[in-house]
């Protein structure tokens, strides 16, 4: 028998972003508009099909740059500044995900130090960073007094799935400095951890543990005032990957 392509049903593959940073002490996603059906109207992640010549990392990094300006941080590359870690985080392939046609997301994890407010483009008609917590909510109003409706597609699982992935990448990996400038304090870091995690920690152990590892932080013999208070000494993010012992996340 001859191969008909007709006889296949439609079938295509897109790429989903969950984009985190932290902005205002707050963890937070990039959330565009749709302004075309399906969907029209609501919240979504950022994304879109990937197209015929290019595999899932290309899409995914052209997709971040489009929708942030952010290109992907080459670890061969660790002076390089304004890079984003990007990582593949899950495949998502119900039949009914997608009203036009049969779609498989592979949706990715960015992170990225505090962002500028982000342009619509595409199919989007606004886009913002949002809190995590609201754009998980399903009901209610958010902080802009409008009223919150789900996100579209299935992307509430894929934002819940990347922020736990983050959530737990971050107590025995070095994916939180990832949400910090090329040079921060150990107080600018520990603030990450409590945005992410939802929690506040204890100043001290915090120090002992992230300091405690060799190599997962260097001093870069600066210091800075841009907190408050005394100068903190500067640090950057160091070759170890790991952080031994983990930082365990406290339980709520």
Known sequence: MSYDPSAFPPFAVTVDLVVLTVRRHALCA????????????RWALPGGFVRA???????????????????????????????????????????KRDPRMRVVSVAHLALAPDLPAPRAGGDASNARWAPVEELLQQGG??????PVAPLAFDHAQILWDG???????????????AFCPSEFTVGE???????????????????????GTPGFLVPTGGTTTRQGGRPAQLFRAGGATLLNPPMLRPEV
């Open 163 to 177: 922020v736990e992935r983050a959530r737990s990448k971050i107590e025995y990996s070095s994916l939180a400095t």
């Open 189 to 211: 870091l520990r603030r990450v951890y409590e945005a992410v995690w939802g929690v506040a920690l204890d100043p001290r152990n915090f120090h002992r543990k992230v300091t």
């Open 30 to 41: 990039l959330a565009v508009r749709r302004g075309e059906p399906p969907f029209q109207g």
């Open 141 to 146: 109003y958010g902080r802009d007094g409008e």
């Open 53 to 95: 010549d290019e595999d899932l990392a290309q899409a995914a990094a052209r997709e971040l740059a489009e929708e942030t300006g952010l290109r992907v941080h080459d670890p061969a590359v660790p002076t390089q500044d304004h890079g984003a870690h990007l990582e593949q985080l899950a495949t998502y392939g119900d039949p």
